[in-house]
């Protein structure tokens, strides 16, 4: 079922158009969030160029996101980071057939604008790429194109959907090839989850409604998710993924999905990996499968893992957290 919650009554986002004879509404709130929701247990992977989307596909990918650069990437060669050429979106898009997503900077409007108008099927407002703005987000009830954002915990995530967000990706920390992060995080929306959920089994409006003053939200969305006992619209992880098991483990902690890329493609076995990863991602609750995922693999050619505790620039961080 999909969850909407608190949706905005009149969100410009949604346009009226007629074909032939038959008005049909685009942009409502059920087909952006239904969007997301036709991904679960899926595998969703950053690409740069026509040779890793083909890779992606090929491995049964559900979807691709179109970089400038892998996270990786991003994080050697410093500097500014954009969204990416509208020109290799194009040229993706017309070599593959799974849905095309592509980033825009947090914060910044017309990349986003842009992006909707370019045709991808969905817009990650993402702290890989530098912010355009330090205290702001993207109003997402204004736009068609589903969104999806980033959080590290329960309030961020309730933030990002209440501004209009489809689907959130559990923050890990991007082109490091260590899961610590993402694992972290999801444990942590979780345990979240779980306290909230008591509160409402216990029938204490007045605590649900302080548990919601204090994550920063409105009451809508905490009383939803504490009904629910999960996040109202679907969760993906992100950030540090690099092995099959990788991806089980963060499947059986909670997640709806995964988002892998430098894991892969900073591999030395790339069309392997991406199919052992969509393996291990479809069968995560079965160990025998995810064995035989792990089996294609070689740990000599997975990308070598960096100590996140010791980084200088941590993207999850970036971007405003309110």
Known sequence: MISLVSTELQPKGVKLERMET???????????????HMQKHGVIMDVTNVEQAQIAEDAGAVAVMVLDKLPYDVRKAGGVARTASIRVIEQIR???TIPIMAKCRIGHLYEAKVLEVSGVDMIDESEVLTPADEEHHIWKWDFTTPFVNGAKNLGE??????????????????GTGNVAEAVKHIRLVNDEIR???SIHESGDIQELVKAARELKVSFAYVEETARLGRLPIVNFAAGGIATPADAAFLMNLGCDG????????KAEDPAERARAVVIATTYHDD????????????????MLGMDTTKL???MQERGSEV
Do not use: C
């Not at 059920?30 to 969007?35: E, N, Q």
């Open 195 to 197: 306290k909230i959920k």
């Open 94 to 96: 017309d070599h593959i």
């Open 258 to 265: 995964v988002f892998v890329g430098s894991g892969i493609f």
């Open 287 to 302: 160990p025998k499968q995810v064995m035989e995922a792990q089996k294609m693999v070689d740990e000599k050619k997975s």
């Open 22 to 36: 038959v008005p049909v509404r685009k942009g409502t709130t059920l087909v952006k969030r239904g969007f997301a």
């Open 312 to 314: 200088d620039l941590r």
């Open 157 to 174: 995530a309730l933030r990002r959907m209440e501004e209009g967000a489809s689907m959130i990706r559990t923050k890990g920390e991007p």
